[in-house]
């Protein structure tokens, strides 16, 4: 699974920031674009027929910093 960074937009103007856990970007869209009911996933709530648009990209690890790399037990 990858962390998929994702925003979407709802009708009334909101939009909701989330990092969910799926195979693919494609399958994050797909989810909420294609498919029909209520979005429910950790305390976050909203019908998928208020969404808008989908914008999500894979969660890109952060840098090490230079210090930690030279610490060898």
């Given at each position: 699974?990858?962390?998929?960074v ?8 909101h939009?909701i920031?989330?990092v969910?856990e799926?195979e693919?970007v494609?399958a994050?869209?797909e ?6 009911g209520?979005?429910?996933e950790?305390?976050?709530?909203f ?6 648009s989908?914008?999500?990209?894979e969660k890109?690890?952060?840098?090490t910093?230079?210090?930690a790399?030279k610490?060898?037990?």
């Amino acid at each position: 699974m990858k962390e998929i960074v994702t925003n979407v937009s709802l009708s009334n103007g909101h939009v909701i920031k989330m990092v969910l856990e799926r195979e693919s970007v494609e399958a994050v869209i797909e989810e909420l674009l294609e498919s029909s009911g209520t979005f429910i996933e950790d305390g976050i709530s909203f019908s998928k027929g208020h969404v808008i648009s989908v914008e999500a990209s894979e969660k890109r690890l952060t840098r090490t910093p230079a210090d930690a790399k030279k610490y060898v037990p």
